[in-house]
């Protein structure tokens, strides 16, 4: 998973505690995505960011805020963390081969709010 | 929308045997890819399928996309324990610069 890497690997969280997961790119593209991993229920897309400064709503949007403040930095927060955020979070970037999205991802941040 | 729809949900399999994983669409698919993930690990792109009857090769792993491009199968031969994991299909959404995922495949190889 070179190129992406994503902080926190675990977490445990109180109900109605903050955090803020970082992810970090070192190879240059715009587009950087939020995936959270459910078992049962694949990957479901947060957030996304096609360029630096901007940001959109994905599948799953709510209880989540976003920054990309510069082009290599794509964070995730939860404000107040409750137990159904309990999942895997994923932060990808779109490598866009030939015209076709491609998607390289980090290694994954655990998440379990009790 | 589009839906990726992947079977089996889970598989196992003993260790020497061939498998295949398949990746239904509800529309036509434009990029069709699949990851594979062990435990505590990212996701690894395996393969990018296409164009339609694509078919691409990885050491023991083989992609295909139909000629209609609305199905992928995933076929492991001669399955080895390091092909366990959870296997993944994705697809292109046109014009949003987004993709959509299967639920996934649990692979289970039994030594």
């Known amino acids: 998973n070179a190129g992406v890497t994503q902080t926190p690997k675990f977490q445990v969280l109180k109900t109605g505690q903050s955090m803020t997961l970082q992810c970090a790119q070192d190879m240059n593209h715009n587009s950087m995505y939020w995936y959270r991993q459910d078992p049962g229920m694949g990957l479901r897309l947060i957030y996304y960011s096609a360029s630096e400064g901007t940001t959109d709503k994905g599948e799953v949007p709510n209880g989540y805020n976003v920054s990309r403040l510069n082009k290599r930095e794509f964070s995730l927060r939860l404000e107040s963390a409750a137990p159904s955020q309990t999942s895997v979070y994923f932060c990808a970037i779109n490598q866009r081969i030939s015209g076709a999205n491609d998607l390289t991802f980090g290694a994954g941040s655990r998440l379990t709010v009790l | ?111």
Do not use: R
């Open chain 2, 1 to 111: 929308s589009q839906e990726l729809e992947q079977s089996p949900q889970s598989l196992i399999v003993q260790e020497g045997k061939n498998l295949t994983i398949n990746c239904t669409s509800s529309k036509t698919l434009y990029g069709l890819y699949w990851y594979k993930q062990k435990y505590g690990e990212g996701l690894i792109f395996l393969m990018m399928l296409q164009k339609g009857g694509e078919e691409k090769s990885h050491e023991k792993i083989t992609a295909k996309l139909d000629e209609k491009k609305q199905q992928s199968s995933l076929h492991i031969t001669a399955s080895q324990p390091s092909h366990a994991g959870i296997y993944l299909c994705g697809a292109d959404i046109p014009n949003a610069g987004k993709s959509t995922f299967g639920d996934g495949t649990t692979l289970t190889v039994k030594p």
